[in-house]
Each structure stands twice: as structure tokens, then as C-alpha cells.
């Protein structure tokens, strides 16, 4: 049972726009919530995270934004560049010690 | 400050063998997590040990195991290999848990 959902596999955007990445939820039990990085041959990189008491946050170029009532949320990346370029995880947790990840979106910035 | 070590990088192994994954935490870290990756799929998470307990665990089957040493460093082990075991296998460290995690290169697991 897939508790983190990241519907669109691939994304494609022109650099110096914007890219939307996706990701719904299941369990209101979540508080905590992240988003990773993952080029190939490599491990996943932590982005940015964000807390069931914040709506927002910012770092950067990318910024996350929670919706509670709409387990929902997305990462913009503005603008974007072709070094973004890289498959996006998000993650939650609701005791800190076991994440749920989605199956991840691959980005691709076209220059 | 060095990142989280995984050995080895590549495996091939037949079905019915086993196998032991290594993964060296980054230093300070005592929470290590193990996640299964195949396409598809994401990450799926195995489990998760801190200070030498196992904290939680995922829904694999009991083929699945791990242990952590007092040093921090943890070691999966996979028995009785399926050719569905296929897949990257990733350690992730952080230094309690409730952060965000430090993520290893992983191990290719290849079931022949």
C-alpha cells in the first residue's frame, strides 16, 4: 500500500521556468516532510523539508508547500536549470525513525 | 567529513545463496535506515536500527535482516535469494532519527 504517491513519472521544462513536482499522501498521521534528489549511480540527496505546522518553506531557488486538507504537496524550482536535471523523491514520516518515499518524478531541464 | 560507505557497490548472486550488505554511517550518526529500491517501486523501506536496536521494521519477509554494531555500523542480510530481490539496496544515516537522512550510493544486487 503505497502511503506516498507521486503521480507524473517525468516532468520536462525549459530552462529559467518553472518546474511543479507533485506528491499526495494518504495518512494524516504525517508530520514531517522532505524532498530528495537523486542523480544516477549515485544515493538520494536531501533538498528541503517541511513541518505539518508550517504551510511553506523556503531555500533558494525551491520552495515546498504542505496543504493538510489536501495531503498534498508540491517543490518549485524556479528558475530552473539543466543541472536539476534528476529523478525528485518526496518522503514523510509520523514517527521520525521510518519514512515512506513515492516513487519519484524524473526531471528533465531542457536548456 | 566522509559520507556514508556502502560495500560492495556491485553483487551477483544465484538463487537460494545469501548475502551481507555493509554500511558505514557518517561519524556521529546512530540511526541507520535500509531501503529497497527497485523500479517502479521507490524506495521501500526494510528497516531501521539506532544504537545497536532495531527501531522499526518494514513489510519484507523474514529473509530480510539486519543488524547494528556499537560502532554504528550496520550489516543486511538477504537468505534464501528470489530473483525478485533484485534491486539497489540503500543505507541512509542520520544522527537520531526525525532528520533528514544521509543517503549511501547503494549496492546493485543482481539475482541470476
Known amino acids: 500500500d503505497q502511503q506516498v504517491k507521486q503521480n507524473s513519472p517525468s516532468l520536462s521544462v525549459q530552462e529559467g521556468r518553472i518546474s511543479i513536482l507533485n506528491c499526495d499522501y494518504t495518512n494524516s498521521m504525517f508530520d514531517y516532510f522532505l524532498w530528495y534528489k537523486k542523480y544516477p549511480a549515485e544515493g538520494p540527496t536531501f533538498l528541503i523539508s517541511i513541518s505539518s505546522i508550517k504551510d511553506k518553506n523556503e531555500d533558494g531557488r525551491f520552495t515546498v508547500f504542505l496543504n493538510k486538507s489536501a495531503k498534498h504537496l508540491s517543490l518549485h524550482i524556479v528558475p530552473s536549470q539543466p543541472g536539476d536535471s534528476a529523478v525528485y523523491f518526496c518522503a514523510a514520516s509520523n514517527t521520525g525513525n521510518q519514512f515512506y518515499f513515492g516513487t519519484g518524478t524524473s526531471l528533465t531541464v531542457i536548456p | 567529513k566522509a559520507g556514508v560507505t556502502q560495500t560492495p557497490r556491485y553483487l551477483i548472486k544465484t538463487r537460494g545463496q545469501q548475502v551481507t550488505l555493509s554500511c558505514s554511517p557518517i561519524?556521529?550518526?546512530?540511526?541507520v535506515s535500509w531501503y529497497q529500491q527497485t523500479p517502479g517501486q521507490g524506495l521501500q523501506f526494510l528497516f531501521e536500527?539506532?544504537?545497536?536496536?532495531?527501531?522499526n521494521k518494514g513489510n519484507f519477509p523474514g529473509r530480510f535482516s539486519g543488524r547494528q554494531f556499537s560502532n554504528s555500523r550496520s550489516e543486511m542480510n538477504v537468505s534464501t535469494l528470489e530473483l525478485g530481490d533484485s534491486a539497489l539496496y540503500l543505507c541512509a544515516s542520520s544522527p537520531h532519527g526525525n532528520q533528514p537522512q544521509h543517503f549511501g550510493d547503494g549496492t546493485r544486487l543482481s539475482i541470476l
Open positions: 561519524s556521529g550518526h546512530r540511526s
Open positions: 536500527y539506532f544504537s545497536e536496536t532495531q527501531r
